[in-house]
């Protein structure tokens, strides 16, 4: 049977690629993007007189209408679709350290979203390594009503295969133990700080979280094998509902109406710097895919949603909401597959969640190549959290996107950081991220069949496990198997 399923599967995307005609099409959206692509110059006009864009601050509705009005300029069926999130924004932070209350020093630092509301505690400090549950096993005890430090990735020297969790994840398993703040050290060099939510919910945490730079974090970790280290951390926040709108623009199927595409990434950012990287450079392109779509007049077989999420980084929030709104609508059902665009930049290939998808999409890739030869037809099958795909893949929906590219100008180092400007975009690599995207999308929803389907209860069950997701999944509360 096993060869069988083999040869059906081959013989299906044999089928599938002497149907799926695209060059032509391809050809035409290269060179509109080529010629008239918007997405460097929005982009650039957005830092410039927005700013940030965080969910439920006055720039963050800014920044909803911009994209609105832009998709409605280029003639897009447009709309929003509001949502309200328990909303979180920093306030005032002080973060001292030193060998006695007495000798104190303060210490830079930015709050870890989500953090509560009021906190100010004092404590010894912990080292807790990199903060896995195998940090903590050896002596749980000794983290109760301490302060742990944690750092962000895998240390150098750890056992061979470590592997780290989310910031969010790390916070929880500290929680857990006892921990009654939380200091963690971000791996960039030259102090570059790093926000981002410390809640795997999305909700308040118990205890304040803070990030530290690396080489204050490294000094703080040599001083701790000889000398205990007392912390002392204050800190003020906003919570509290608000509302935030996603923005969604149509493109109706010509033959399976019914049938969605949805092509998303998330507008909102956090407020240390403009957010043109994360997420910039993906939403800003999502919106020039849109405007190749309707310059050109692409019709499409499947119906296309162009979807900016909102609160993203507070918890996938926007994609929550959508799904959540369309599961109480009844069409889910109807969203066949989902492509996410976080950070992506100049890919060099495509994604999927589902590897029974590679075969047709590195048909279509090749045909990329004989237009533009940068694009290496690369593809990888996999799943991993934290983006607004997630949502989605945790109901059965297959996802994907772009792979293989870098992002710009070593713009790495400044994730979630105040580094985070419109300086580091190029021109040329947003361009391509919206000529390969625009093209994989028009392929997907014309393509006759798509080879693979939502995925029932425990089929999911069994992929999820298969792609090493239970626990990060169960330490988020998510995991819905017992």
Same mark, same amino acid.
């Given at each position: 049977?096993?060869? $069988? ?17 695209? *060059? ?27 700013? &940030? ?16 009005? $832009? ?42 979203? &989500? ?8 404590? #010894?400090?912990? =080292? ?17 009503? %301490? ?35 939380? +200091? ?20 308040? +945490? ?9 080489? =204050? ?15 002392? +951390? ?53 919106? #020039? ?40 609508? *009844?069409?889910?059902?109807?969203? %066949?597959?989902?492509?996410?665009? #976080? ?24 045909? +990329? ?19 607004? &795909? ?25 994730? &979630? ?8 975009? #190029? ?45 990060? $999944? ?9």
């Amino acid at each position: 049977m096993k060869y $069988l399923f083999s040869a059906a599967l081959i013989c299906s995307a044999i089928l599938a690629n002497a149907q799926d005609q695209f *060059g032509g099409v391809f050809a035409k959206i290269n060179a509109d993007v080529q010629q008239n692509g918007r997405a460097y110059q929005n982009l650039k006009y957005e830092t410039e007189t927005i700013g &940030h864009r965080l969910t439920g601050s006055a720039n963050g509705a800014k920044a909803e209408q911009y994209a609105y009005d $832009l998709l409605k300029s280029y003639g897009c069926e447009v709309k929003f679709q509001p949502f309200e999130v328990e909303s979180w924004s920093r306030k005032t932070i002080n973060v001292a350290i030193g060998a006695t209350k007495n000798s104190l020093a303060k210490m830079k630092a930015v709050t870890l979203a &989500h953090s509560p509301v009021s906190a100010d505690v004092s404590g #010894d400090i912990v =080292d807790a390594g990199n903060g896995l549950e195998a940090d903590y096993q050896a002596n749980p005890a000794k983290f109760k009503g %301490k302060i742990a430090l944690i750092y962000l990735g895998v240390l150098p020297g750890s056992p061979a295969g470590t592997k780290s969790l989310h910031r969010s994840e790390k916070t929880a398993i500290a929680t857990k133990y006892g921990a009654t703040g939380v +200091i963690i050290i971000n791996t960039v060099k030259d102090g570059v700080l790093l926000t981002g939510t410390a809640s795997v919910t999305g909700k308040l +945490i118990s205890i304040p979280a803070v990030c530290i730079g690396l080489e =204050d974090g490294m000094a703080l970790k040599e001083k701790l094998k000889t000398q205990a280290q007392i912390a002392h +951390i204050a800190m003020t926040n906003f919570s509290g509902v608000i509302k935030a709108r996603n923005v969604i623009a149509t493109f109706k199927g010509t033959e399976l109406p019914k049938d969605k595409i949805v092509v998303g990434g998330h507008l909102d950012s956090w407020d240390l710097a403009t957010g043109a990287i994360d997420n910039g450079i993906g939403s800003f392109a999502i919106i #020039d895919m849109a405007r190749t779509f309707k310059k050109l007049n692409l019709k499409t077989k499947r119906t296309i949603e162009f979807v900016l999420f909102m609160g993203e980084e507070q918890g996938l929030l926007g994609s929550k909401a959508y799904v959540e709104q369309a599961k109480k609508n *009844g069409n889910l059902a109807q969203v %066949k597959f989902m492509l996410n665009y #976080d950070m992506t930049n100049d890919p060099k290939g495509f994604s999927t969640s589902r590897a029974e998808m590679k075969d047709l999409f590195t048909s279509w890739g090749a045909e +990329i190549v004989k237009i533009d030869t940068g694009f290496k037809n690369l593809i990888n099958a996999g799943a991993g959290l934290h983006s607004d &795909h997630q949502p989605f893949m945790l109901e059965g929906i297959p996802t994907g996107g772009g792979f293989g590219g870098k992002l710009p100008n070593n713009s790495g180092p400044f994730y &979630h950081s105040d580094g985070d400007s419109f300086k580091l975009v #190029d021109e040329q690599e947003l361009k391509n991220t919206v000529r390969y995207s625009a093209m994989l999308t028009y392929a997907l929803a014309n393509t006759p069949k798509i080879p693979v389907g939502v995925q029932g209860d425990e089929e999911l069950r069994k992929f999820l496990e298969a792609q090493n997701l239970k626990e990060p $999944l169960t330490i988020a509360g998510e995991w819905r198997w017992k």
